[in-house]
């Protein structure tokens, strides 16, 4: 019987690492607990080299969707990989360039800090342990290294998670609630080290969170995850400004007799006055896009009359995009935010 | 944190290191564990050390009150006493705790899904806390046997002293019983994951029910299959009614098969569960 000339996946898979173009993909992948499906036949494409939220209420089912990618629980159905090799299958190939948080960090208390990277530097292998002085001093905390880490604060904590992440020298950082205990300057510090090592470096960050502005701020990808399904994906910049909300600014000599034009015509859902002018919600008018529809508002108020001085439209944010494409949509709270 | 210090590169591909290499860093770094879990070996230490230290002053302050009624405190005969006190009921204990915390002691601490996310394979997780505690208790019981060989010399008087041979089987016997007691602690607790839940049923098994069921006569040669039999089989000094000083008679051969089997079956039951459950 002739020998296979395919090589083997696993060898093909490390040629064309340099070559990838997704850290993480999954395809059909599911978990149920029972017959509740915690993650529901989910598929997804995190971009190397991006900082990529993934994006969700609590319970959404972020946390389970780690740990499936990262081994420490099994997927019912579906298959995924990550930076190129399937898991579980090739689960140790993997995870050697992979560092991770899962929920909170946890560490051994009675060890101190740099112990604790010592503990995880022998199971990562030889060549780790010159990697601990480096990444306790890239996340600052050199001076409290020798400190039993029961000493540490949350923050201090979670910035040891991290160094210990940076023990793979990771492609790929996967991170659960990684802000969490963190003061405002720690925030800052962080989004500025994630973002110096997706630009400078080229490693990709995967941040769960159910902090809209967090993602929105660091990341530049994004999935919306609820109810164990993602509802979308993409450049956090496409995904807000897929909103079927349209809003604009307009400012004009007469607002008043504006705000009577506008609030008769049929491309406008809501109009009202507000310190930066007349804010205005265009409807949906059918075959109409929304760029003809800003044309139509200012020709009806040029038209009028009016000295039409701004026709500004209003970014999107992803906050507004999560409500609407999330339950939260159908729950009391749906009133508040279209209103 | 600083966003401009880079990490030395790692490789791209596979692993680097040896197995041998990568297995004695992560048993050094499961000792290091056990090493600074400051109340587990504490109270190991007091286990091992203590009754030795205890029999040794009680018996020292008897004959000083009453040599007539009390001989010295050392010789063969108090050699005898302390090896059983050591090798049969407190270093096993001392033993327990430190399989039970190596078996419990990465899962208790939450960390144990920090190490599986390194790609290590499970049961290498799981096979290197085994001679990480075989390493703490011998260590360990080498401290107790020598505190016990100083009593028995230094207050033999005109006693006589343990023969060389007695010595080395002393030694062989002592690391026999506690070292499978805590190979099979390891095991337990792995798969129990649960540190109290481990620690009492063991000491329960241990302590309370094997001697019981080893006086039950009815159940007959059943009894050869209790882990305490076998390991009592291999004392130098008389411990009880059957060969050998056990109180169930059994041959060599099939003692060495009881205790490894033990040993086997707990191994085997960790392993699975460690490598198994979700983390």
Redesign the interface.
């Known amino acids: 019987m002739p020998a296979s000339v395919e090589p083997p996946q696993a060898r093909r898979d490390l040629k064309t690492l340099d070559d990838l173009t997704t850290a993480v993909e999954t395809v059909g992948l599911t978990k149920r607990f029972g017959s509740r499906a915690a993650i529901d036949s989910v598929d997804l494409q995190v971009p190397r080299g991006s900082a990529f939220g993934f994006l969700g209420p609590n319970g959404a089912g972020k946390t389970t969707m780690i740990r499936m990618l990262l081994g420490l629980t099994h997927a019912s159905a579906g298959t995924m990989s990550v930076l190129g090799r399937p898991v579980p299958a090739e689960r140790s190939e993997a995870l050697a360039r992979v560092g991770a948080i899962v929920e909170e960090p946890r560490f051994h208390p009675q060890l101190t800090g740099r112990e604790n990277l010592r503990i995880v530097a022998a199971a990562r292998g030889p060549e780790t342990h010159e990697r601990i002085v480096p990444a306790l001093r890239r996340v600052g905390l050199s001076e409290r290294a020798d400190e039993k880490v029961k000493k540490y604060s949350l923050g201090m904590r979670q910035r040891l998670g991290v160094a210990r992440c940076l023990l793979a020298d990771p492609l790929l950082l996967i991170l659960d609630e990684p802000t969490n205990g963190l003061d405002p300057g720690g925030i800052q510090e962080f989004r500025e080290m994630i973002r110096a090592m997706v630009e400078q470096e080229g490693r990709t960050v995967f941040i769960s969170s159910h902090l809209l502005d967090e993602v929105e701020k660091i990341c530049d990808h994004a999935a919306i995850v609820d109810r164990g399904k993602i509802l979308m994906q993409g450049a956090i910049s496409e995904l807000a400004e897929g909103s079927t909300r349209h809003e604009l600014i307009v400012g004009v000599d007469d607002p008043l007799r504006a705000l009577e034009l506008l609030q008769a015509s049929d491309s406008v859902l809501q109009a009202q006055r507000s310190d930066e002018g007349l804010r205005v919600v265009l409807g949906e008018v059918p075959d109409t896009t929304p760029a003809e529809s800003v044309a139509a508002v200012n020709a009806a108020l040029v038209g009028a009359g009016l000295a039409v001085s701004r026709l500004e439209p209003v970014r999107q944010s992803l906050e507004k995009r999560f409500l609407e494409v999330t339950s939260r949509l159908s729950d009391s709270t749906t009133e508040e935010v279209l209103s | 944190?600083?966003?401009?210090?880079?990490?030395?590169?790692?490789?791209?591909?596979?692993?680097?290191?040896s197995p041998v290499?990568?297995a004695a860093?992560?048993t050094?770094?499961d000792i290091?564990?056990l090493r600074?879990?400051?109340g587990i070996l504490t109270w190991s230490l007091v286990l091992a050390l203590a009754p030795i230290l205890i029999y040794f002053v009680v018996a020292v302050i008897q004959h000083a009150s009453s040599p007539a009624s009390h001989g010295p405190a050392g010789g063969v005969q108090n050699f005898s006493d302390g090896l059983r006190v050591i090798a049969l009921f407190f270093g096993p204990l001392a033993a327990l705790l430190i399989g039970v915390e190596a078996g419990t002691?990465d899962a208790a601490?939450?960390?144990f899904?920090?190490?599986?996310?390194?790609?290590?394979?499970r049961l290498a997780?799981f096979a290197t806390r085994v001679p990480a505690a075989l390493a703490v208790t011998v260590a360990m019981m080498l401290g107790a046997y020598a505190l016990l060989l100083i009593g028995t010399f230094a207050f033999a008087s005109n006693l006589p002293t343990p023969s060389g041979t007695l010595i080395f089987d002393g030694l062989g016997f002592t690391l026999l019983g506690t070292g499978v007691l805590c190979v099979v602690a390891v095991g337990f607790a792995s798969l129990t994951t649960s540190k109290p839940a481990a620690i009492i049923a063991l000491i329960a098994w241990q302590i309370v029910a094997s001697p019981i069921l080893a006086n039950i006569k009815s159940l007959g040669s059943s009894r050869e299959g209790l882990m305490s039999q076998a390991i009592a089989h291999f004392s130098p000094v008389h411990v009880g009614e059957g060969g050998h000083g056990a109180t169930v008679v059994l041959s060599g051969g099939t003692a060495v098969v009881v205790l490894v089997v033990w040993v086997a079956v707990f191994l085997v039951l960790g392993a699975w569960r460690t490598a198994t459950m979700?983390?």
């Open positions: 944190m600083n966003a401009a210090t880079p990490i030395a590169p790692a490789p791209a591909g596979p692993r680097r290191g290499t990568i860093q992560m050094g770094a290091l564990k600074k879990k400051r002691g601490a939450g960390v899904r920090d190490l599986v996310v390194t790609g290590r394979s997780l979700d983390a």
